[in-house]
């Protein structure tokens, strides 16, 4: 698909104007212990119970790096198919605020452990894009400022504080907010593969600053050709937003207000925004000249980060099979569509569930009973599927049960249910409920000869009608509660009725 | 009972083990020489209580023929250096009242290996200055006086307090830190040996951080076999610093009695600096004479870049500063002004908290790491550094150890120089390159000024070649025969 297809354009008085969008994506590494501390990462812990002298900026106090922390970075480099650099350095960034206790953020500028890589990104109308990424890098996370304990104090948690992070930037690469909620689920979805971090956007696990501009048609492929930013709009970054809808409008919001100001013969200013997610509106923050200057300089505590190539090829081997190989080999190996592979592989774990129904099934009718039944039940049930109380075997046997004609698709509905309610499985409940399929034809015989004798009219009509006999086939089920096996049903109507049925 | 103070450490430890007299005797006269020299301003905190019971301890191991290497010893302790519910003040108002949760490792393994705690020792504020002027609680005093003139003297810096106490007889040993000269320079003007390991030796865990990259403890103790028993206690991997040596620590005390038969003496001709006073260098031609007496061979060598070492160190110490010291901020621990205001609460803490020498240094050190002026700056410094070390590298391949000046002067007098930053940054200019560049560096105490002050010899090693230092440090300090002794004024 071309860049200039892509683009969604947003009609403003002077013509249509396209967004361009990148987003730094803030993951917090799934770890035991923070990035230079032993303290625990633990969510959720009373205030202040997770810190280290270390976490505390307690002077003489040295950072040590968690080794663990670095084995995440450098797998979600790999996942991200990116450059791993052999040598990164930690460097400080300088300021004042009193939930960062040394004064300064160990993180890394000039020289960060990953570097350019790549994310598929699969759009909702089953095409897929190219993000490229800029880079990632490992950084501590600061604690939190509480300001609503006491009308004249702000008090401050530090279990935060020094927890591991990976900046995880992109380039400029998303056009639309649907591409950049899209990306961020992908990415999201990569790292919960990977086990790099939980994703939990709820805990602030992962969280965006979003980077948007806009541009007159045709600048965006200047700028790809070139790699000039001037041929882009100047940028606005949006912190800290929180979960992927408020990143789609907040983009929304920020592009349409972009529009306004030039269209309005103003200019954009370089600042950074926040999203007031409750009236839905980016808010000015501080601007280019009132930014910072973070002295950033190499942590003299610390040496750089020198990585061995076994220790990568070791990683490496560990890597689990990523989505988007998994989608391709469901696609050649089980047959899915294309549409269903994505579905499956959006978890890890409706993935495995879906590996483990399948064994020696009918794997896409094992494919849609998860997209249909499954998740319809889970998600009126805001449940996970690792919560399912239809187990993946359970399943599996059901879809058995089907092909071996022991019931009907029709019946499995009924039995489905059942086992989403009770656990139970789906064998036992066939036997107890009698659910069995009939397909003794001559019980069924007597049923269809029933069902002929009772309704000549009916019969008289299928001449002119053909498409009548589905009736017929439905009273026939309904006379043997619905046991008979339909296909039996049907060629034994034929055969009985003949030429009877017109063409 | 002070006759006991003016042993050797090691033989106060030798005396120890033979039971010649108690550790609670050796402490008691230690903690009552301390009380008694109030007047030098060497200690900020006296613990005389715990040294006591430290010395108790230390009396039932020496009964039961156990005990460390310092088992029984009183040592004092630069206040940089963070210990366990006594406060740690680094000279600065700022940490006023800070009792630290946690020991340094230094500490910890002194008292490990039998040490007892006299005290925390005055210093310039957070280690920075060459004369102990800039302590929030008054300068420390050097014992020696000019003759009969009553001026006081400054003992160097910013282990001032420990190289006045040392010289003064209080205790036996001192624990110090040197950053640009902090250990030798001090020791140098107060007649006291002086050794900063090679940058990695000590771990760094638990001391008050000055400038990072440069940072390294050491002792100062009255003789060079004292320095060799009290530096391979405070030695060690730890990893807690990520720039900690995993190395083997030699026993340094074994080479105290080697000969430099053989050995050869670089001396560096950038370090004829002109202005210096003639006795200083006339001092160092006589250090070079004793070592080619000992036998040792003698070899001019080059370090080019010599001149460039003191601005490079005055942009990269700065710079390291004044983020190592951004978190002291009024919020967690010392000192705090408060204010509705959060930041009029940064400003009026950090103005009130930090002296004008510190202040001057975050000044310095913001100004070179802010944008624009970063790779004019520290960029730059850091590459002089390399060249710094290059030059030492091609020296170390014509000689094994160098010979210098340790200090441009006898110790001055207080108020003489503290209103010229300048002149006083120069007090490191023998110093400052060994820092940079990471290397071993002893200072020597070899004669008298003309005026009848101490004036101290260096030697600079190769990266953790110690040994040499130690070996050759012996024979200069049995060729020189220092035997003088500050005249007691303060009691």
Partial sequence: MSEAKRAKTIEGMTGPWEIVIGLEVHAQVQSEAKLFSGASTTFGAEPNANVSLVDAGMPGMLPVINDFCVEQAVRTGLGLNAQINKVSVFDRKNYFYPDLPQGYQISQFKQPIVGEGEVIVDLPGGESVTVRIERLHLEQDAGKSLHDQDPNHTYVDLNRSGVALMEIVSKPDMRSSDEAAAYLKKLRNLLRYLGTCDGNMDEGSMRADVNVSICKPGAYEKFRETGSFSHLGTRCEIKNVNSMKFVAQAIEYEARRQIDVVEGGGTVNQETRLFDNKAGVTRAMRSKEEAHDYRYFPDPDLLPLELEDDFIARIKASIPELPDAKKARFVSEYGLSVYDAGLLVAERETAAYFEEAAKGRDAKAVANWIAGDLFASLNRDNKSIDESPVSAAALGEMVGLISDNTISGRIAKDVFVIMYATGEAPAKIVEEKGLRQVTDTGAIGAAVDEVIDANPAKVAELLKKPKLLGWFVGEVMKKTQGKANPQAVNDLLRAKLGDRIGE | ?491
């Fill in chain 2, 1 to 491: 009972m002070s006759e006991l103070l003016k042993m050797t450490m090691a033989e106060a430890r030798d005396g120890l083990r033979a039971k010649a007299f108690s550790s609670a005797e050796l402490t008691a006269a230690a903690s009552s020489a301390v009380a008694e020299a109030r007047p030098l301003n060497a200690f900020i905190t006296e613990t005389p209580e715990q040294a006591a019971e430290m010395a108790a301890a230390s009396d039932a191991k020496l009964a039961r023929g156990e005990g460390g290497a310092l088992e029984g010893i009183p040592l004092g302790i630069k206040d940089l250096f963070c210990t366990k519910g006594v406060q740690t003040t680094a000279g600065s108002r700022i940490l006023q009242g800070f009792k630290p949760v946690y020991e340094s490792t230094i500490t910890a393994k002194l008292w490990a290996a039998g040490g007892v705690m006299l005290g925390k020792l005055n210093l310039d504020e957070f280690a920075m200055g060459s004369s102990n002027e800039t302590s929030y609680y008054g300068p420390a005093i050097n014992p020696w006086r000019r003759g009969n003139d009553d001026t006081k003297l400054v003992p160097g810096g910013s282990s001032g307090g420990s190289s006045a106490a040392v010289a003064a007889d209080l205790c036996f040993g001192a624990t110090a830190t040197d950053t640009g000269g902090s250990i030798r320079q001090p020791a140098a003007v107060t007649g006291t040996v002086g050794i900063k390991p090679t940058y990695g030796r000590c771990s760094r865990w638990g001391v008050v951080a000055f400038a990072s990259s440069l940072d390294q403890a050491g002792p100062i103790t009255r003789t060079v076999k004292d320095a060799a028993i009290m530096l391979r206690e405070m030695c060690g991997y730890d990893p807690k610093d990520s720039t900690s040596v995993d190395m083997a620590v030699p026993d340094f005390e074994a080479s105290c009695g080697g000969s430099v038969k053989g050995l050869r003496i670089g001396v560096p001709k950038e370090y004829r600096i002109e202005g210096v006073p003639e006795e200083v260098d006339h001092l160092w031609d006589q250090g070079i004479a004793w070592l080619k007496e000992a036998g040792a061979e003698i070899v001019e060598v080059s370090l080019p870049h010599t001149k460039y070492a003191l601005p490079a160190y005055y942009i990269v110490a700065p710079a390291e500063a004044s983020s190592n010291l951004s978190r002291y901020d009024g919020v967690k621990y010392g000192l705090r002004v408060d204010s509705d205001d959060l930041t009029t609460m940064y400003e009026q803490t950090r103005a009130a908290g930090f002296g004008r020498e510190v202040q001057r240094r975050i000044l310095i050190g913001t100004y070179v790491l802010s944008a624009g002026y970063y790779d004019a700056y520290y960029i730059k410094a850091q590459k002089v550094r390399t060249l710094i070390a290059n030059d030492f590298t091609a020296a170390f391949e014509k000689c094994d150890v160098l010979l210098t000046p340790a200090s441009p002067s006898p110790a001055f007098g207080i108020g003489e120089k503290s209103n010229d930053p300048i002149s006083m940054y120069l007090n490191d200019v023998y110093t400052v390159t060994a820092n940079l560049v990471g290397l071993p560096g002893i200072a020597v105490p070899a004669g008298l000024s003309k005026t009848g002050l101490p004036l101290g010899l260096q030697l600079i090693g190769r990266a953790f070649d110690e040994e040499t230092l130690f070996r050759t440090g012996a024979v200069l300090e049995r060729a020189a025969n220092f035997t003088g002794k500050p005249g007691k004024w303060w009691a």
